[in-house]
């Protein structure tokens, strides 16, 4: 049955129209896919109107095979088809197919209006093809298109992101009436380049120009001052942030306190940190990395965990960093940081040396949490070291970790990684809840290793539950199918996946 809202609306384009838009904001792209075939039903599909607004929804949801799909269906695609679908693929990291549609389009005859070019330089941009991008510049001139402040501004910075910044400079000068996003394209740009001078100047250009900069200027104009190690500018900087009203813009922020950490006083940087509502990760990663560089390790990474911010990978480079300065007798003190460091490891690649260090640390009798089992687990089930995974599950139970669902779940993975699938099976029935993940880690050892029968009782036992297996478990289970020449299950399957 269609989603409520749908119901609320008389069968007319303009609400078809109102519900795509709004779901391609949200990216609901189930309600989408209702929506689709409820048009698909009602014959209405093929309509000019409809199918653009289904290509524009399928793009921003990422779903390139439908969109595509849609505009080979259609005998003459438009403009608008083929925009939503450059847009998307530009806009996704996809400069090549974006490329590949435009030159298709191009083909066919159908011309680019202001709204398509960005998309297309982006792609360039993106894939540094400066050859098409200076055709595409051609057509832009041709069509009348070049005085567009909007294609103007993605101009300059094709020129740039290719390596040409003398053009890249003089279109920018020949730009009208240039509005803020000209001057932050062009200064964006050297300060990606590491050209963080002109970026400077340019600023001051901007300023003795009357332009007002917004806070995108300013954090990239605080990156330049840290590129320059020029701790006066940064001031000036900070001054211009504060004038504006932006001191309560994270975005600003978190580069002025970055600025602060790099080349000012960790006192500094420490205030601005303070003075952030929420911070977030790259708050905590930058006054982390500040710490380490001011050799004060003794960063408080317990902050952050209350905090309720998870770290990532340049948060554990910078522990890693602390704790080989601190030493093993400083780690000790702080369990956190142990922790931070065999994680660390372990989403390096580096299983062994993790395991090592726990294995060091536990002979020094340090004290180990839930945290530490779980990353030393992680660890143990990408290196497939089964006589380890034994040893840990020994000290689970003496510790008292048994009854731990989230300990449990790793470990039933572990020994499923480790081809002990009888273990893998002992300790599930152990798990003293069942939950998704239990039953994903049993499934796919079971698939995986040749029992597929057992893996798809499980599944039965999941549905009978109201789970719904995620995307890798019915991966496993659908070869295990074919295994078993299990058609019918298989189709029931394929349902979820």
């Given at each position: 049955m269609l989603f409520p809202a749908v119901s609320k609306f008389a069968s007319t384009y303009i609400s078809y129209s109102k519900l795509l838009s709004q779901l391609s904001q949200t990216k609901s792209i189930n309600q989408g896919l209702q929506i689709h075939a409820h048009l698909i039903k009602l014959r209405l599909s093929h309509d000019p109107k409809h199918r653009n607004h289904l290509i524009n929804f399928y793009s921003k949801c990422k779903v390139f095979s439908d969109a595509r799909k849609l505009i080979e269906e259609s005998h003459e695609p438009d403009l608008v088809s083929w925009s939503s679908l450059i847009s998307g693929y530009a806009q996704n990291g996809l400069g090549e197919e974006a490329l590949l549609a435009f030159q298709e389009m191009h083909v066919l005859g159908v011309k680019c209006n202001e709204f398509t070019f960005p998309s297309v330089l982006k792609a360039c941009s993106s894939t540094k093809n400066f050859?098409?991008?200076?055709?595409?510049?051609?057509?832009?001139?041709?069509t009348g298109f070049e005085s567009d402040v909007f294609v103007a501004n993605t101009l300059v910075v094709m020129y740039a992101k290719c390596?040409?910044?003398?053009?890249?400079?003089?279109?920018?000068?020949?730009?009208?009436?240039?509005?803020v996003v000209s001057w932050n394209a062009l200064f964006s740009c050297y300060t990606q380049s590491d050209f963080f001078e002109e970026a400077m100047g340019l600023f001051q250009e901007m300023i003795y120009s009357g332009i007002s900069p917004d806070e995108f200027s300013l954090s990239t104009i605080l990156n330049a001052a840290t590129g320059l190690g020029d701790i006066g500018q940064g001031k000036k900087v900070h001054g211009y942030l504060v004038k504006l009203g932006y001191e309560g813009d994270p975005f600003s922020l978190n580069a002025l306190l970055d600025m602060y950490a790099k080349v000012g006083d960790l006192g500094d940087s420490l205030t601005v940190f303070d003075n952030i509502p929420e911070p977030d990760i790259v708050s905590w990663n930058a006054v982390i990395a500040g710490c380490v560089s001011h050799d004060y390790h003794h960063m408080k990474l317990d902050h952050m965990k209350r905090s309720g911010i998870c770290p990532n990978m340049f948060t554990l480079s910078s522990a890693l960093k602390a704790c080989a300065a601190l030493g093993v007798q400083e780690l000790e003190k702080d369990l956190v940081a142990l922790n931070a460091m065999i994680s660390g490891h372990t989403q390096n690649g580096e299983d062994r040396e993790a395991i090592t260090l726990f294995v060091e640390m536990y002979k020094k009798r340090m004290e180990f949490d839930q945290a530490t089992l779980l990353a030393v687990l992680n660890?143990?089930?990408?290196?497939?070291?089964?006589?380890?995974?034994?040893?840990?599950?020994a000290l689970i139970v003496k510790s008292g970790y048994q009854a731990d669902n989230f300990i449990l779940n790793s470990l039933v993975d572990s020994y499923g990684k480790c081809r002990q699938v009888h273990e893998a099976a002992r300790v599930f029935e152990e798990c003293p809840i069942d939950d998704l993940p239990s039953y994903t880690s049993i499934i796919t050892a079971y698939a995986q290793y040749g029992q597929g029968e057992e893996a798809l009782k499980l599944y039965t036992k999941l549905l009978d539950m109201d789970l719904k297996p995620d995307s890798f478990v019915c991966s496993s289970l659908l070869n295990a199918c074919a295994n078993l020449s299990a058609y019918e299950q298989g189709k029931q399957i394929h349902v979820h996946a």
């Open positions: 050859m098409l991008g200076r055709q595409v510049h051609g057509i832009i001139v041709v390596g040409h910044f003398v053009d890249s400079r003089r279109l920018f000068e020949d730009i009208p009436e240039r509005n660890a143990i089930a990408d290196s497939a070291a089964i006589t380890i995974c034994k040893q840990i599950h």
